[in-house]
């Protein structure tokens, strides 16, 4: 990775060609302050994040026809979900909510609020990727190589009966885009 490629990770880009039926859909570029409002209830709906990232105004209405006929199914429609999430994150889904659950525990809650504020980090202009490397950082800086192997594990642990869902080829496309646009 180069220097430009280092920068552009760091900036909020958008995430192309999401295909739901017969459509290409597009979220626009959105800083971690988004992500996280989305991310961090305790109940994650999951129908209502989709259409609301989803730029063309009429996604919520084009999801529901496609689930009402049969040509999307919950199933599906989970896994694209899931999918956005974890190319935002750079990181599998389950891992960025594991990194997000252990930041908003009561225990580490003012903890990592106060590194962050300390180290700078600015969620309004940064991608949700980045800002969970700077809450992982603040995990990790203090562990044995021992103990960052054990929370490594468990970060990583994917829920029963969940593959792995990023699909590198559009991670790839998605990061390409974000550096001709940065």
Do not use: C
């Not at 989709?50 to 009429?58: I, S």
């Not at 800002?131 to 203090?142: E, G, P, R, S, T």
């Not at 590198?168 to 940065?182: D, K, S, T, V």
């Amino acid at each position: 990775m180069g220097a430009s490629d280092f920068v552009a990770s760091l900036r909020p880009w958008s995430i192309e060609d999401i295909q739901i039926g017969d459509r290409l859909f597009r979220i626009p570029a959105l800083a971690a302050d988004r992500w996280l409002e989305l991310l961090l209830p305790d109940e994650i709906s999951l129908w209502s994040l989709l259409p609301g990232l989803l730029e063309q105004a009429d996604a919520e209405e084009y999801l529901s026809d496609l689930m009402l006929v049969g040509d999307l199914d919950r199933d599906e429609y989970e896994e694209i979900t899931w999918e956005v999430v974890g190319i935002a994150a750079g990181r599998e889904w389950w891992v960025a909510l594991h990194l997000l659950g252990n930041a908003k525990a009561e225990h580490n809650t003012r903890l990592v609020r106060g590194q962050l504020v300390l180290a700078g980090v600015d969620a309004t202009k940064i991608s949700l990727a980045a800002f969970l490397d700077a809450v992982y950082m603040i995990f990790i800086q203090n562990m044995t190589e021992q103990n960052r192997q054990r929370f490594d594990m468990m970060l990583n642990m994917a829920p029963p009966g969940v593959k792995r869902a990023i699909n590198p080829e559009r991670q790839r496309a998605n990061f390409a885009a974000l550096l001709g646009n940065g």
